[in-house]
T-cell receptor, first 115, second 111 residues
Framework: NAGVTQTPKFQVLKTGQSMTLQCAQD?????MSWYRQDPGMGLRLIHY???????DQGEVPNGYNVSRSTTEDFPLRLLSAAPSQTSVYFC??????????????FGPGTRLTVL | GEDVEQSLFLSVREGDSSVINCTYT??????LYWYKQEPGAGLQLLTY?????DMKQDQRLTVLLNKKDKHLSLRIADTQTGDSAIYFC???????????FGSGTRLQVQP
């Protein structure tokens, strides 16, 4: 298994541009999520999905869209990039719940800079 | 205040024990986690503890949970230079799959 993969690893955008950060997992995990990591702060949840066709907002959803057409893929779209979206973005996935235990597997991250 | 708080930095000498502390505010937290992040990498799950436990040991790692004080600690025995990383504490609240993370503690191991 490749685990959780993210592309690209690095991206530079100009203000107002749009782009999609890709996330894929080959572990048949039902739960997927996107976090952003900013200096001096923990990871903050942007959006999450509990299964194909189902998405919901996290703590900081503004400026981002997601979709979940397949179990494997969970892309994050920036419609009109802003400098405040400069961050490192992590995708994570979790297997079907086993009781209350639930471990999340993280991708390597995408470092995004918006000029 | 923040849901999960950690000190920002810890420096230890190789071979010593490291203790990284975390406090959380939500008494309904079910699971508490420790993740490790090496430079330029994603987060790697180190260990977790269920809220009805007070201690969990896994090789060099010992997790202590004081539920009354909402305090969690991670002890790394015989700390090595390869343990240098940022360590994140995270909680999972009842009924939620998402995790709430602390801001991370940077552990520096001096040779």
């Amino acid at each position: 298994n490749a685990g959780v993969t993210q592309t690209p690893k690095f991206q530079v955008l100009k203000t107002g541009q749009s782009m999609t950060l890709q996330c894929a997992q080959d572990m048949n995990h039902e739960y997927m999520s996107w976090y952003r990591q900013d200096p001096g702060m923990g990871l903050r949840l942007i959006h999450y999905s509990v299964g194909a066709g189902i998405t919901d907002q996290g703590e900081v959803p503004n400026g981002y869209n997601v979709s979940r057409s397949t179990t494997e893929d969970f892309p994050l779209r920036l419609l009109s990039a802003a400098p405040s979206q400069t961050s490192v973005y992590f995708c994570a996935s979790s297997p079907p719940q086993q009781g209350l235990r639930d471990t999340q597997y993280f991708g390597p991250g995408t470092r995004l800079t918006v000029l | 205040g923040e849901d999960v708080e950690q000190s920002l930095f810890l420096s230890v000498r190789e071979g010593d024990s490291s203790v990284i502390n975390c406090t959380y505010t939500d008494s309904s937290s079910t699971y508490l986690y420790w993740y490790k992040q090496e430079p330029g990498a994603g987060l790697q799950l180190l260990t977790y503890i269920f809220s009805n436990m007070d201690m969990k040991q896994d090789q060099r790692l010992t997790v202590l949970l004081n539920k009354k004080d909402k305090h969690l600690s991670l002890r790394i025995a015989d700390t090595q230079t390869g343990d240098s990383a940022i360590y994140f504490c995270a909680e999972r609240k009842t009924g939620r799959r998402a995790l709430t993370f602390g801001s991370g503690t940077r552990l520096q191991v001096q040779p």
